[in-house]
């Protein structure tokens, strides 16, 4: 089965799809060139439909919808979009990420924004409703304190769903860490304990983390990984301590990065590619020698991919979205840099090549499979 | 009526005219006829909370306007542009 790679950039999308061997891969765009697309996924539950974040310069945030994989898009009804005339006064100024519903909820979609608000739809993305049960929390404006954010404002950057559980929900937050809901979105609690947050004067508060990116384990969701502002964390439930695994990476490469992607068959592998959070925090590949770490044993060792990589002068940012593996076998893996550059790997990380450049600055990279 | 200017970033929505025609006794109400015949269009200039978003520009009269709940006078024109945005 062909795999096809949904790039969203800072100026356009575009699709990449391979062979079917993932040797050769065509191009298609740009879609929507000059419109800021912060995240561009295809539905599991039925790969015709698709969903672009996107806004411009200077218009507002809007979702682009296809039902046909891709041929024609149309814009939704109801943008996500805090309620009229609250006393709050918010408006959503970009959508930042799209989460498909469960798997037995067909049509659901979920989405996050900045500034940090949670919105779902029951129809394919075409018509948004704010949920309260976050947006409005008698705790929300401590979990996002009016002075807080990201240099392109404060984020709800992920949701992620138990697969088991439609209820069960965890979302990433910018500005106060991870929180849980038991209730499908009801009812929020953080779930930070153990994750450090050296920006505040109490470093490891109940709430107040930056948690850049979380994935649970798919073979095994009660685990959950996160890539923190503050190093690499894994979370058992229904433990509610968070261990830094980034403790045991090499000192000179330190735990500091964007993303984290799980191994989607082996619930003890995932991925993590570093960046330097020395001094006034470059975040670009440490040395300029990029590489991934690879995790085996759950976080308790790490070993260096690099092989393809540029060896010198290499200064890789990868964000939060731009990193995600296939579910072929051996899987493979995909990194869009801030440079409009493509790498791949086919065989679980050993070696990389690069499939495209010349994009503008990529902001996400989803694979999915061609439709 | 009034007149309206439309700027290229809205072209998607107009199909390509800069020129179009909406009718309202406020900015707000010219607006939300011109969203009646571009569905989608007044989302991207205006926010939730009705506030003009920050890189667009609104003129009535070749006057700037901020405040959408502001007069408009029959015949009179509305400017809709986009404000330098950066790269």
Request: charged share 20%; aromatic share 10%.
């Amino acid at each position: 089965m062909a795999t096809q790679l949904l790039i969203g950039t800072r100026k356009g999308a575009w699709v990449y799809r391979d062979d079917g061997a993932r040797h050769a891969w065509s191009v298609t765009g740009p879609l929507m060139l000059g419109q800021i697309i912060n995240h561009f996924v295809q539905d599991p539950r039925d790969p015709k439909i698709q969903l672009i974040a996107a806004k411009t310069g200077h218009l507002g945030p809007t979702v682009f919808r296809s039902l046909d994989a891709g041929a024609s898009w149309t814009e939704a009804k109801l943008p996500p979009a805090f309620p009229a005339g609250e006393a709050a006064g918010r408006a959503v100024a970009h959508t930042f990420w799209l989460q498909p519903g469960h798997a037995s909820e067909p049509g659901v979609w979920w989405a996050g924004t900045s500034p940090p608000g949670l919105f779902v739809s029951d129809d394919n993305g075409a018509t948004w409703e704010s949920v309260d049960g976050f947006n409005s929390h008698p705790m929300y404006d401590k979990w996002v304190p009016a002075d807080s954010g990201t240099p392109d404002g404060p984020l709800l950057n992920q949701i992620v769903i138990d697969p088991r559980d439609a209820a069960h929900m965890y979302i990433a937050t910018s500005t106060g860490g991870v929180f849980e809901s038991l209730d499908r979105g009801g009812s929020w609690a953080p779930l930070n304990r153990g994750v450090e947050a050296n920006f505040m004067p109490d470093p490891y508060p109940d709430y107040g983390q930056d948690a850049h990116f979380i994935a649970l384990a798919p073979t095994q969701p009660d685990r959950i990984w996160q890539q923190n502002h503050c190093g690499i964390y894994r979370l058992d439930r229904p433990g509610e301590t968070w261990e830094r695994i980034g403790n045991a990476m090499p000192r000179e490469i330190g735990d500091i990065g964007f993303t984290i992607t799980p191994h989607p068959r082996d619930a003890n592998t995932a991925w993590v590619f570093p960046m330097d959070g020395t001094e006034v925090w470059p975040r670009t590949s440490p040395g300029g020698r990029p590489a991934l770490y690879r995790t085996t044993d759950g976080g308790a060792s790490w070993t260096r991919q690099d092989r393809g990589f540029p060896t010198e002068q290499g200064w890789f940012t990868v964000k939060r979205q731009a990193f995600c593996a296939d579910q072929a076998a051996p899987i493979g893996l995909y990194l869009g840099t801030t440079g409009g550059e493509v790498w791949m790997s086919d065989d679980e990380g050993e070696a990389w090549r690069q499939i495209a450049a010349h994009l503008p600055e990529i902001y996400s990279v989803t694979a999915a499979p061609a439709p | 009526m009034n007149p309206v200017w439309i700027p290229s970033q809205l072209h998607a929505y107009t199909g390509g005219a800069s020129r179009a025609w909406a009718s309202g006794a406020t900015i707000a109400a010219v607006l939300d006829d011109l969203d009646r015949q571009y569905p989608g269009l007044k989302f991207r200039v205006i926010d939730e909370q009705a506030r003009v978003r920050p890189h667009m520009r609104l003129f009535v009269g070749k006057a700037p306007a901020r405040d959408v709940r502001a007069a408009m006078a029959d015949g009179e024109e509305l400017m809709i542009f986009g404000a330098l945005s950066g790269g």
